[in-house]
């Protein structure tokens, strides 16, 4: 289902989740989700999807619609938060693994002295015998013991993944703040009109 807005080339699409105090049927069973451009007339849309102008709606119909995406754009500018901390996390990995692959090339700190952290505040002090391996976690708690290239490589694919996985979510949370701007406009219109009755 789509909501049209007053901008005839732009409509939100709705999804089947529900809204919470919302008297109409159609809204009760959908809400915001996404904000599609219109590239001449044609939208993709999904089976079993209606098109609601937003000036039909009323007051009361269009601050549920707000309240969802306000709820809506602050997970998910939450979550671009948390991949965006992962994804410096794997830079940096990828950072140490290369430093330690260029320097175990080089022949130096065969025996180097090493803290290894047991938890955020506990270092245990050891020494690095085989500086050509390092364990690598692959999530969950699982490691796994690579040499230095292949962990490289690990740590990039990874990087890449989130990096598009980070840009996505970035697309989508400015379309969610685009649609919260419209209907934010929307429902002030209304406001003043009923106001000014």
Do not use: W
Not at 19 to 42: K, P, W, Y
Not at 53 to 73: H, I
Not at 121 to 131: A, F, R
């Amino acid at each position: 289902m789509y909501l049209r807005t007053p901008d005839p080339t732009r409509l939100i699409e709705l999804s089947e989740t529900p809204l919470q105090a919302s008297s109409s049927r159609e809204l009760s069973e959908h809400h915001i989700l996404t904000s599609r451009q219109s590239e001449g007339a044609h939208f993709k849309m999904a089976a079993r999807q209606d098109q609601i102008n937003l000036d039909t709606l009323s007051a009361q119909q269009l601050t549920a619609v707000k309240k969802q995406l306000d709820e809506e754009v602050e997970h998910l500018t939450s979550s671009y938060s948390q991949l965006h901390a992962a994804l410096g996390k794997f830079r940096d990995c990828l950072r140490c693994v290369q430093q330690q692959g260029a320097s175990a090339s080089s022949g130096r700190d065969a025996k180097k002295n090493v803290l290894v952290p047991l938890t955020n505040s506990l270092y245990v002090g050891g020494q690095l015998t085989n500086p050509d391996r390092v364990l690598v976690d692959i999530g969950t708690g699982f490691y796994i013991e690579k040499d230095t290239k292949s962990a490289a490589t690990f740590y990039e694919e990874k990087i890449k993944e989130l990096g598009g996985n980070v840009s996505d979510l970035e697309k989508i949370v400015q379309g969610k703040t685009q649609n919260l701007r419209v209907v934010e406009e929307v429902l002030r219109q209304k406001v003043l009109a009923e106001n000014a009755k």
